[in-house]
Nanobody, 115 residues
Framework: QVQLVESGGGLAQPGGSLRLSCAAS????????MGWYRQAPGKQRELVAR???????NIADSVKGRFTISRDIAKSTVYLHMISLKPEDTAMYYC?????????WGQGTQVTVSS
C-alpha cells in the first residue's frame, strides 16, 4: 500500500506558474513509477507527466515545454512544475504511484487558471 499526499494547487493567472508536490509513504525506489494525472469537469482523467524509478520521464504533448516532473528521492516526493499556465489547464490534479500490478492515487489538488 502506498499513501500519497498532494499539495500546491490553487488559483493562478494565465501565464502564471504553480508547483505541485506529492509525498509518498514509501521510498521512491520501492515504487515502479509516479505520475500526475488531471481531470477536468466532464472529461476523462488524462496523464500529464510520469517518472519511473529509473528516472525516465514522459510528458503529455498538451503540456510539453510548459510542465516538467522531478523528484526528491530523499523526501520521497515528486513535483510537477507548471509554467505558462493556460485556462485549459484548469482541472483536479491527482498524483499516482504504480507498484506491481496496483496503482494508488492521492486525494487530488485543484488547479484553477483564471484572470
Amino acid at each position: 500500500q502506498v499513501q500519497l499526499v498532494e499539495s500546491g494547487g490553487g488559483l493562478a493567472q494565465p501565464g502564471g506558474s504553480l508547483r505541485l508536490s506529492c509525498a509518498a509513504s514509501l521510498r521512491i525506489f520501492s515504487i515502479d513509477a509516479m505520475g500526475w494525472y488531471r481531470q477536468a469537469p466532464g472529461k476523462q482523467r488524462e496523464l500529464v507527466a510520469r517518472i519511473t524509478n529509473f528516472g525516465n520521464t514522459n510528458i503529455a504533448d498538451s503540456v510539453k515545454g510548459r510542465f516538467t516532473i522531478s523528484r526528491d528521492i530523499a523526501k520521497s516526493t515528486v513535483y510537477l512544475h507548471m509554467i505558462s499556465l493556460k485556462p485549459e489547464d484548469t482541472a483536479m490534479y491527482y498524483c499516482s504511484a504504480e507498484r506491481g500490478s496496483s496503482t494508488y492515487w492521492g486525494q487530488g489538488t485543484q488547479v484553477t487558471v483564471s484572470s
